[in-house]
T-cell receptor, first 115, second 115 residues
Framework: DAGVIQSPRHEVTEMGQEVTLRCKPI?????LFWYRQTMMRGLELLIY????????DSGMPEDRFSAKMPNASFSTLKIQPSEPRDSAVYFC?????????????FGDGTRLSIL | QQQVKQSPQSLIVQKGGISIINCAYE??????FPWYQQFPGKGPALLIA?????SEKKEGRFTISFNKSAKQFSLHIMDSQPGDSATYFC??????????????FGTGTLLAVQP
């Protein structure tokens, strides 16, 4: 079974550039999560969607960050303009929505380096 | 109140030994406690999980012990193997936003099992 697919796996870009990270959730999953992982702050939830609708974006650090989910099989996380402090590993995860604590399945992440 | 405190930060265990990682929480509304395992270059993967109405759950060499009154839970890895070397995250889950579980992660424990 295909898991959560993220692209690119690595991204190196200069400060000020626009960065777009992509995620394809597991087919049939209707909740999607974007996380950021750094040594200093660990795993932080940025935003999550239910049925393509953003439910909670309180973890999005600044207006420079935006996320969309135009359909059930695709989501993007965009940073514009990017800054060196945005360097981190960004993970996408998906799960079945429901009250029974459905496990979240993570992709392998995008390692982002802003120079 | 939303934090999950995890210790130790790193752990070295001899092959065949027992690895123990501890977590503590404050918010009694948490209702699901998963452990995730992360290998370098990969996303976290669900290892084992427990609900607060159970004091212990065992899956193979992995056991979660849960102390509801103390608001603490721990992961025990019996007969630790070099292949268990990874970063382990505890987490606590809240049901909100329309029955989707939001995970609050601990800071992680880097486990090294020496042959």
């Amino acid at each position: 079974d295909a898991g959560v697919i993220q692209s690119p796996r690595h991204e190196v870009t200069e400060m000020g550039q626009e960065v777009t990270l992509r995620c394809k959730p597991i087919s049939g999953h209707n909740s999607l999560f974007w996380y950021r992982q750094t040594m200093m702050r660990g795993l932080e939830l940025l935003i999550y969607f239910n049925n393509n609708v953003p439910i909670d974006d309180s973890g999005m650090p600044e207006d420079r960050f935006s996320a969309k989910m135009p359909n059930a099989s695709f989501s993007t996380l965009k940073i514009q303009p990017s800054e060196p402090r945005d360097s981190a590993v960004y993970f996408c995860a998906s799960s079945l929505r429901g009250g029974d604590n459905q496990p979240q399945h993570f992709g392998d992440g995008t390692r982002l380096s802003i120079l | 109140q939303q934090q999950v405190k995890q210790s130790p930060q790193s752990l070295i265990v001899q092959k065949g030994g027992i690895s123990i990682i501890n977590c503590a929480y404050e918010n009694t509304a948490f209702d699901y406690f998963p452990w995730y395992q992360q290998f370098p270059g990969k996303g976290p993967a669900l290892l084992i999980a427990i609900r607060p109405d159970v004091s212990e759950k065992k899956e193979g060499r992995f056991t979660i012990s849960f102390n509801k009154s103390a608001k603490q839970f721990s992961l025990h890895i019996m007969d630790s193997q070099p292949g268990d070397s990874a970063t382990y995250f505890c987490a606590a889950s809240l049901i909100y936003g329309g029955a989707t579980n939001k995970l609050i992660f601990g800071t992680g424990t880097l486990l090294a099992v020496q042959p």
